[in-house]
Nanobody, 115 residues
Framework: QVQLVESGGGLVQAGGSLRLSCAAS????????MGWYRQAPGKQRELVAT???????NFADSVRGRFTISRDDAKNTVYLQMNSLKPDDTAVYYC?????????WGQGTQVTVSS
């Protein structure tokens, strides 16, 4: 069983920054990829960023240049540093872990950006 625990969401003014963390625990040997998705009210869940073993990253066009994603393999943790936040970034952010044919999700953490 794999568990993902997220932290770091909150309320911030436009232009501000937040850092999200997602720690994976349970029966994990080696993680190939982790990522972050988000879902705004009334919208579909969308990819924000992913990172694979070796450090290659991928970002949605809407966040490229403002967000960075990193991982600490020793802690099975992935981070999302969000800078220059905009009201459009307001959403519930979910950690994502594809592992051994299954996809695991965190419980979600709310990010609210006020204008």
């Amino acid at each position: 069983q794999v568990q993902l625990v997220e932290s770091g969401g909150g309320l911030v003014q436009a232009g501000g920054s937040l850092r999200l963390s997602c720690a994976a625990s349970g029966s994990i040997f080696s993680i190939a990829a982790m990522g972050w998705y988000r879902q705004a009210p009334g919208k579909q869940r969308e990819l924000v960023a992913t990172i694979i073993r070796g450090g290659r990253t991928n970002f949605a066009d809407s966040v490229r240049g403002r967000f960075t994603i990193s991982r600490d393999d020793a802690k099975n943790t992935v981070y999302l540093q969000m800078n220059s936040l905009k009201p459009d970034d307001t959403a519930v952010y979910y950690c994502n872990l594809p592992y051994h044919g299954l996809t695991y999700w965190g419980q979600g953490t709310q990010v609210t950006v006020s204008s």
